[in-house]
C-alpha cells in the first residue's frame, strides 16, 4: 500500500465552493508535488515543494492555491473553480528534489474532483 | 508541439505476447526516462528508470532508450492480464520537473 495518502478520494463541489485537498506522506521524503490529471492528457505539474519551499508553480490560476505546513502534509486550497478543472488530482512525494539520483516519485491514489 | 508524445492506445493483446510501449519526445536536453504503471483509481508506480541511452531489463521488463531518434520504448515480454493498466512515461532533465506522455491503456486478455 502506499506511503502517500490523500482525502477525500472524491469530492464534487460547485462553482462557489470553497474546499482543500489533503495529502499526507509517511516516507520520509523533502519534496512534495500536485499534478493534474484529465482525460487523453499528459500529466500536469502544477506545484512543487522541497523542503517546505515552492520551488516550481507551474503558470497555476490563482484559484489553487497550495500550502505546505510541514514536509509530510501538502494541501491544494481551492475556491471559486471551473467546470474545465474536473479532474484527478494526484499527490506525490520524492526524497530530495535537487538530490541527483532521488527520481523516484511515489504517488498517492489521487482526489477525483468534479465540478458543477 | 508537445513535450512528450504518447499513443493513447487502447492496446489489446492476448495472454503471453509481447508489448512494445513508446513515446517520442522533442527535447533533447531529457537525460532522466522513466515508466509508471497506473492501475484503475490508483496513482502511477514507478516501473523501469534509464539514464541516458541505452537498455535496462527487469524481470520481463526491458526499457530502451535512443536518444539519437527521441524515442523510448518499454517491452513486456510473457504479458499477463495483470499487466493491463495505463502505462506513462515520463522524462526530466533536472529532477525539478517532469514531463509525462499522455499514457498508453494496455489490456491484455486471458
Known amino acids: 500500500e502506499t506511503g502517500v495518502t490523500q482525502t477525500p478520494r472524491h469530492l464534487v463541489m460547485g462553482m462557489t465552493n470553497k474546499k482543500s485537498l489533503k495529502c499526507e506522506q509517511h516516507l520520509g521524503h523533502n519534496a512534495m508535488y500536485w499534478y493534474k490529471q484529465s482525460a487523453k492528457k499528459p500529466l500536469e505539474l502544477m506545484f512543487v515543494y522541497n523542503f517546505k519551499e515552492q520551488t516550481e508553480n507551474n503558470s497555476v490560476p490563482s484559484r489553487f492555491s497550495p500550502e505546505c505546513p510541514n514536509s509530510s502534509h501538502l494541501f491544494l486550497h481551492l475556491h471559486t473553480l471551473q467546470p474545465e478543472d474536473s479532474a484527478l488530482y494526484l499527490c506525490?512525494?520524492?526524497?530530495?528534489?535537487?538530490?541527483?539520483?532521488?527520481?523516484?516519485?511515489?504517488f498517492g491514489p489521487g482526489t477525483r474532483l468534479t465540478v458543477t | 508541439q508537445k513535450e512528450v508524445e504518447q499513443d493513447p492506445g487502447p492496446l489489446s493483446v492476448p495472454e503471453g505476447a509481447i508489448v512494445s510501449l513508446n513515446c517520442t519526445y522533442s527535447?533533447?536536453?531529457?537525460?532522466?526516462f522513466m515508466w509508471y504503471r497506473q492501475y484503475s483509481r490508483k496513482g502511477p508506480e514507478l516501473l523501469m528508470y534509464t539514464y541516458s541511452s541505452g537498455n535496462k531489463e527487469d524481470g520481463r521488463f526491458t526499457a530502451q532508450v535512443d536518444k539519437s531518434s527521441k524515442y523510448i520504448s518499454l517491452f513486456i515480454r510473457d504479458s499477463q492480464p495483470s499487466d493491463s493498466a495505463t502505462y506513462l512515461c515520463a522524462m526530466s532533465y533536472n529532477f525539478n520537473k517532469f514531463y509525462f506522455g499522455s499514457g498508453t491503456k494496455l489490456n491484455v486478455k486471458p
Open positions: 527535447n533533447s536536453a531529457f537525460q532522466y
Open positions: 506525490a512525494s520524492s526524497q530530495d528534489v535537487k538530490r541527483d539520483g532521488s527520481y523516484e516519485q511515489y
